[in-house]
């Protein structure tokens, strides 16, 4: 946890998320000219950003216009109210009834098809806007879209901080990993971490196509799945490659209470997993700790 400044993440995500959204899809981008400094953990808080625009995403099946405000509100000396940051994200999608509205952020509900989401996005968001002392709201209505708005506390000024737990992150040079995550802007931030701690990835969106990637690159190192997809589960997609590969270490990723999850009852007793939302300290502690199981690397990666 640290203080940061709100635009800057912004516009540091933006490269990320306007490939993510296709051709049809505009991110309109509205921010102060001044540094909006925020206390929580920016990594988590991006992740939850990230979760906003794939359901604005995902409410416009015909492409549309994203539009993320960000605006502050003073301290007043009227009330003694702290000062305010006001993030909205804004779709121009189909829009929800208020009744479906109020059950959006209960954990597992969802209005996507069968298989297309598990219903942990508005969950996960509102977990990690509550960490970092802020709100979150839901403003919708049939055919005139919806908006998602995060109010957090400002901070007085920037503070610069290290590491955001003061965790030194290991480094994984000669390990190759196959990431497995159903949605594009997911497996892009993980693919992401996963190369900053040096670690050679081949990134898939299913486990099928997680299969074909391990028959194609070799020998791996470590699996990293999510516990929940469609088609066919982590625990499954683990079996099938352990098969293949008898040594793979494999990390578990999932935003599902793990004493409520489907799957659970189909991972080993010791499974490695990590929690969404997650910091990159989380995630490489994971690694360590699998890639212990299994050695040194077995060659060089190219």
């Known amino acids: 946890m640290g203080t940061f400044d709100l635009v800057a993440l912004l516009r540091q995500q933006e490269p990320l998320l306007r490939p993510l959204l296709g051709e049809n899809y505009r991110i309109a981008l509205h921010l102060p000219d001044q540094a909006v400094p925020v206390r929580g953990s920016e990594q988590m808080l991006a992740q939850a950003i990230l979760n906003l625009v794939i359901n604005a995403r995902d409410a416009m099946a015909n492409g549309g216009t994203i539009t ?26 189909v829009g929800m009834d208020a009744e ?18 598990t219903g942990l996005g508005l969950p996960l968001v509102a977990r990690i806007v509550e960490d970092c002392g802020g709100t979150v709201a839901l403003h919708s209505a049939p055919t005139r879209g919806t908006t998602a708005t995060i109010t957090l506390p400002l901070q007085a000024k920037l503070i610069a901080t290290g590491p955001e737990s003061g965790f030194a992150r290991p480094r ?11 949605e ?10 996963l190369q900053e701690i040096g670690i050679e990835v081949h990134a898939a969106a299913s486990g099928h196509e997680a299969l074909a990637v391990l028959d194609t690159v070799g020998v791996v190192d470590l699996l990293i799945t999510d516990l929940v997809m469609p088609e066919m589960s982590g625990p499954r997609l683990a079996a099938l490659a352990q098969a293949l590969q008898t040594d793979i270490a494999v990390v578990y990723v999932t935003g599902h ?20 939302p997650f910091p990159h300290e989380a995630l490489a502690a994971g690694v360590a700790r699998a890639l212990e199981r299994i050695g040194e690397p077995r060659r060089e990666c190219a």
């Open 257 to 276: 209470t793990l004493d409520a999850a489907p799957m659970t009852t189909m991972l080993p007793r010791d499974a490695i997993v990590v929690k969404k």
């Open 184 to 193: 594009p802007a997911l497996l892009e931030l993980l693919r992401r971490a």
């Open 172 to 182: 994984f040079e000669g390990r190759r990993a196959i990431v497995v995550e159903d």
């Open 100 to 117: 479906t509205a109020q059950h959006a952020f209960e954990p597992f509900f969802t209005t996507k098809d069968g298989g297309k989401g």
């Open 68 to 93: 993320i405000d960000l605006n502050v509100r003073p301290a007043s000396e009227h009330d003694g109210s702290p000062g305010k940051a006001i993030l909205a994200v804004k779709d121009t999608g």
